[in-house]
């Protein structure tokens, strides 16, 4: 990457005539048209939106941002226009506050929606959306955290009510874990997916508590404080291509990097309003190049850092604009190097592209 010196700033009652609704469905179906959407516009870019500016090499490109599922070709089903029409307006498809991010392999989007009690879910390549906004009969309150396992398998944590829900690939429910007696505020979490096991951070709890599939307890490991292994409200999750856990230690203002059995390996970050400091760090992620990323909501930018921590790029400012943040939170990045940004505040997902190189 680049010197320091040349970084850029920057449910519904029954219709009372069957025969009625499937009239309506169907005459909607046929002013549907039969052709499909539009692609999401996974190669759509703006190439002039780069950082850093030229002359200087670009790094990091944005491409475009999800605020409805339209933003990517999704249009609403036949099923939404009934349910709409008869309810006398349309089901919000709007995120609230954006929070958690992950990206399957299949190309599920996932996005939870603490502002809306919502677990978004954009099919980027089926060109189809859901919401998860229950578990059986109880609704999501809080839903922060989100993650999937190596089966297909979602995990999605609730801050208010202490437990982590998993549901199919077609969002049934399958179990749950936790509970008042095991989490105070779980959040953050991440799948390390050689050793099938989930990582949960309990922000309030000062901890991060490891489990098999099963929902088993492993270990934890943590504390108040600010020595090393110790945390001061620990959020956001990730881990590495060589398994190793990083923790953004939020209060602590600091990165701390663990190995799968919660062995200490390193730290940094201080608390400032520099660069390569941290003021309100939210999320974590990691590059397959091995730079880590953490995304500030008070600095409203995503920062970049080596494997030894040593700051080698930012991006991003305040605003409503394209690659502009209002209050950024989660990250998740795929095996392409997209950055998927949660901006929190601006009701979006904002997406951009490591082009690579150190």
């Not at 906004?133 to 999501?140: A, D, T």
């Amino acid at each position: 990457m680049v010197p320091p010196h040349r970084f850029f700033p920057g449910r519904f009652g029954r219709f009372p005539v069957l025969f009625s609704l499937l009239l309506l469905a169907w005459t909607l179906a046929l002013n549907a048209g039969c052709g499909k959407p539009s692609p999401p516009p996974a190669g759509v870019s703006t190439p002039s939106l780069v950082w850093p500016l030229p002359p200087e090499k670009p790094r990091i490109q944005y491409l475009y941002s999800i605020a409805v599922p339209e933003d990517i070709g999704i249009s609403a089903s036949v099923y939404e226009k009934v349910v709409g029409l008869l309810a006398g307006k349309k089901p919000s498809r709007q995120m609230v506050r954006p929070y958690g991010i992950h990206l399957s392999g299949g190309g599920i989007l996932s996005v939870t929606d603490p502002g809306m009690g919502t677990v978004h879910q954009f099919d980027m390549r089926n060109l189809r959306y859901h919401q998860i906004k229950r578990f059986g009969r109880k609704n999501l309150v809080s839903p922060i955290g989100v993650t999937m396992d190596e089966s297909g398998l979602l995990y999605v944590s609730d801050s208010i009510l202490r437990k982590i829900f998993v549901f199919g690939q077609k969002g049934e429910p399958v179990r749950e874990l936790g509970g008042e007696d095991r989490f105070i505020r779980p959040t953050g979490m991440a799948f390390h997916p050689s050793l099938n096991r989930l990582y949960v951070a309990d922000t309030l709890g000062q901890s991060i508590q490891a489990f098999d599939l099963g929902g088993n307890l492993l270990f934890g490991f943590g504390g108040r404080g600010n020595n090393e292994g110790e945390f001061n409200f620990p959020t956001s999750l990730s881990i590495d291509r060589n398994g190793n856990l990083y923790v953004n230690d939020s209060l602590n203002y600091r990165i701390q990097i663990f190995k799968p059995d919660g062995k200490f390996l390193a730290m940094f970050g201080r608390h400032g309003d520099g660069m390569g400091e941290f003021s309100n760090p939210k999320g974590v992620a990691l590059d397959t190049e091995g730079h880590i990323y953490v995304a500030d909501a008070l600095f409203d930018s995503v920062q970049i850092f080596s494997p030894k921590g040593e700051l080698l790029l930012f991006f991003g400012e305040a605003g409503r604009k394209a690659g502009e943040f209002w209050m950024p939170a989660s990250l998740f990045i795929d095996p392409t190097n997209r950055i998927f940004v949660a901006d929190s505040y601006n009701q979006r997902i904002q997406v951009f592209q490591f082009l690579g190189g150190h």
